[in-house]
Nanobody, 129 residues
Framework: QVQLVESGGGLVQPGGSLRLSCAAS????????IAWFRQAPGKEREGVSC????????YYAGSVEGRFTISRDKAKNTVWLQMNSLEPEDTAVYYC??????????????????????WGQGIQVTVSS
């Protein structure tokens, strides 16, 4: 059974930084991917970033590219999302999601919520002065 546990959220001032962590368990190989999504009040859940655990390929939404960095430790089954230059518009509940990539996964579809099989419980990030 796959489980995802997020940590690292909180309150930060505009321009500040936070690092989110997602610890995955239950995968039997490194053939999986993890994505971060976020959902602000009254808005749709949107893809923020994605990483291939086996290859380390990374993908970003345009709204965060250059400010956020996703990385992973394959041996520890952990993914981090380093968020810099945070803006009030980044305030949301952030979710870690995962799926197997055995067979074939079209990474062009990563921002689509429906292609992800497993979800964490979410963690609040608030950017405010």
């Amino acid at each position: 059974q796959v489980q995802l546990v997020e940590s690292g959220g909180g309150l930060v001032q505009p321009g500040g930084s936070l690092r989110l962590s997602c610890a995955a368990s239950g995968f039997t190989s490194a053939n999986y991917a993890i994505a971060w999504f976020r959902q602000a009040p009254g808005k749709e859940r949107e893809g923020v970033s994605c990483i291939s655990i086996y290859e380390g390929s990374t993908y970003y939404a345009g709204s965060v590219e250059g400010r956020f960095t996703i990385s992973r430790d394959k041996a520890k089954n952990t993914v981090w999302l380093q968020m810099n230059s945070l803006e009030p518009e980044d305030t949301a509940v952030y979710y870690c999601s995962a799926r197997t990539t055995l067979g074939y996964f079209d990474y062009r579809t990563w921002p689509q919520r429906e292609v992800w099989y497993y979800w964490g419980q979410g963690i609040q990030v608030t950017v405010s002065s």
